[in-house]
């Protein structure tokens, strides 16, 4: 017998294995009445090609609208859109663990891998990791750090002022908000911005390898094995480039301030809190150090820039939002920039923010979870069981009509205010708007809800206010619709706009 021919049998053989191993998880499953594509139901690949794709948050929305309110995304994935399950799987206990989707953000160093909050499964090892730095995200600390978001936002009106409003020319506000973003969280956290916005591009790299770093983990996560063999590879890893250039800058920070003492002067930053942290507890390390200053980085400047854009996005594009919007701002007679404080109290201003995360939330894949011992019982009497993945995508359960109403398709911020021309009762507003607030799952839900959260709004709830005080802006083209790429986090490009001073106001 020809070497050629025992190779083919050898092959048939193996292509039969994987038939029969196929089949028989689609018969056997518990899991095989539940519809979704077809595709799905037997392997991995559909999903990972419709995320590779890069609009997964379109697919599962129409999935939905065919299929109801439970859909199998994967032999062993179900995608729930019904917001009762909401507290159920993002409960505060912590007993739905994150599934290995996000192993695939673990980094490794040499042969070793490094967790982080974001990506540990493991309720010990997050308690443990959030304990110590936990109150510098809360409200109270991160407003005593708004002095350096003010310097950020005098630093970004100077650059729009030279580059686009005395020039005339046309601005990508989609790169300067990322850059504005980068920069200051980089402020906050060590009073240093990364020097996107002075250099006006991506001078380093940092902000191409963090898209490819999440192009990475969107793609790769819906088959998390492949990490194993590609980024994760014993012998020669295959993947995107690391954040090494991120982890040196934030290594230098550490090293720099504890040679020099203490920050120059004035408001302290983040880093003069993670070290007196660990002046009490000395069994914070360096490296622990650096890795709570990288999620901060990471995983809080694209997502924020990701609010940012749509926020001026959609007013630009709804005429009559944006001229209520400089109705409510002007009547406020603020100065600039924007409090957070007085931010907060504008109606309209907060409705805007509220349906922009709304319709489209920063994050826009299954936030996965694993169902615990028990199972989970649907009302219909169905029980997905334990070991199933399970998760919901804040893109569908925003699309939610029974919470959002008919028109939750479309932005309307009027939705998050009482209608009193309908005659809403304060009551029934009440109970309305705290509907729609616990189906919000724009910062996540439960034990692991954003971490950032707070130092997000902050800067959202600054920047937008003064921005739209300050500038007269508007789109380049009105017609021509953005470019969004969902890579977990939403990345959106092609917004250029047209941007002058206004008269009234002068940050
Ligand atoms: C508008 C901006 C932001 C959005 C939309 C956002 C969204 C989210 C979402 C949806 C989750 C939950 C993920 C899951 O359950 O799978 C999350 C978690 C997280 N976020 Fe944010 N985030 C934002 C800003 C930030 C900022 C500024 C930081 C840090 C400074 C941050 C740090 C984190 C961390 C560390 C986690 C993991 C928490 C845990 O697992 O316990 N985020 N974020």
């Known amino acids: 017998m020809s070497l050629l021919l025992v190779a083919l049998q050898s092959l048939g053989g193996l292509l039969l294995l994987a038939i029969i191993q196929l089949l028989w998880t689609y018969f056997t499953t518990p899991l095989k009445n539940i519809p979704g594509p077809f ?21 599962h929305q129409l999935l939905h609208k065919k299929h109801g309110s439970v859909v199998r995304l994967g032999p062993n994935v179900v995608s729930i859109s019904d917001p009762k399950y909401l507290r159920v ?9 994150k599934s290995d989707f996000y192993t695939v953000n673990d980094t490794k160093v040499g042969s070793q891998i490094i967790k982080n909050v974001f990506s ?17 995200y809360k409200m109270s600390a991160v407003l005593a750090q708004e002095p350096l978001v003010d310097d950020t936002i005098h630093a970004f009106f100077k650059h729009l002022d030279e580059r686009f409003v005395d ?12 850059f504005f973003s980068w920069d200051v969280i980089a402020q906050m956290t060590f009073k240093r911005p990364m020097g996107f916005m002075d250099e006006g591009r991506d001078h380093t790299g940092i902000l ?25 590879n014993p012998v020669r890893p295959i993947g995107p480039p ?8 934030c290594a230098q ?37 650096i890795g709570a200053l990288i999620i901060n980085i990471v995983a809080g400047a694209d997502t924020t820039a990701s609010l940012l854009r749509a926020s001026v996005y959609h007013v630009l594009k709804n005429p009559r939002v944006h001229k209520r919007l400089m109705e409510e701002l002007d009547s406020s007679k603020l100065a600039t920039p924007v409090t957070y404080a007085a931010a907060t109290v504008l109606p309209y201003f907060d409705a805007i923010i509220r349906e922009t995360g709304r319709i489209g939330p920063g994050v826009g894949l299954l936030l996965e979870r694993i169902v615990p011992e028990g199972g989970l019982a649907l009302s219909d009497g169905n029980v997905i069981p334990a070991g199933t993945i399970v998760g919901m995508n804040p893109y569908v359960v925003h699309q939610d009509k029974e919470v959002y109403g008919e028109d939750a398709a479309s932005f309307n911020p009027d939705r998050w205010l009482r209608d009193v021309e309908s005659g809403e009762e304060e009551n029934d507003f009440q109970a309305r708007f705290s509907r729609m607030k616990a189906t919000d799952l724009t910062f996540g839900a439960g034990k692991r ?44 490009s092609d917004i250029d706009i047209k941007i002058q001073r206004r008269k009234v106001t002068k940050a």
């Open 39 to 59: 595709f799905a139901k037997f392997t991995n690949l559909w999903r990972f090609f419709d995320t590779y794709g890069g609009r997964p948050e379109l697919t």
């Open 89 to 97: 799987i993002y409960n505060t206990r912590g007993d739905y663990l």
């Open 120 to 136: 540990t499964l493991s309720n010990e090892f997050h308690s443990a990791a959030l304990r110590p730095i936990q109150k510098f």
């Open 167 to 178: 020039t005339g020319k046309t601005c990508k506000i989609d790169e300067w908000m990322l």
């Open 208 to 232: 191409h390898t963090a898209n490819q770093a999440l192009d990475y983990f969107a793609t790769i996560g819906q088959i998390p094995a492949l990490d194993h063999w590609l980024a994760k």
């Open 242 to 249: 690391s954040f090494d250039s991120a982890a040196v800058f």
């Open 253 to 289: 920070q550490v090293m720099e301030r504890k040679q020099s003492g203490s920050n120059a002067s004035g408001t302290p930053d983040m880093l003069d809190g993670f070290l007196e942290m660990q002046k009490v507890n000395p069994a914070v390390t360096d490296m622990d150090l």
């Open 449 to 492: 809800i954003c971490l950032g959260k707070s130092i997000a709004l902050m800067q959202v709830y600054k920047a937008i206010t003064t921005l739209f005080l300050t500038y007269d802006m508007s789109l380049a083209d009105p017609n021509k619709e953005w470019h969004v790429q969902n890579s977990w986090f939403i990345r959106q």
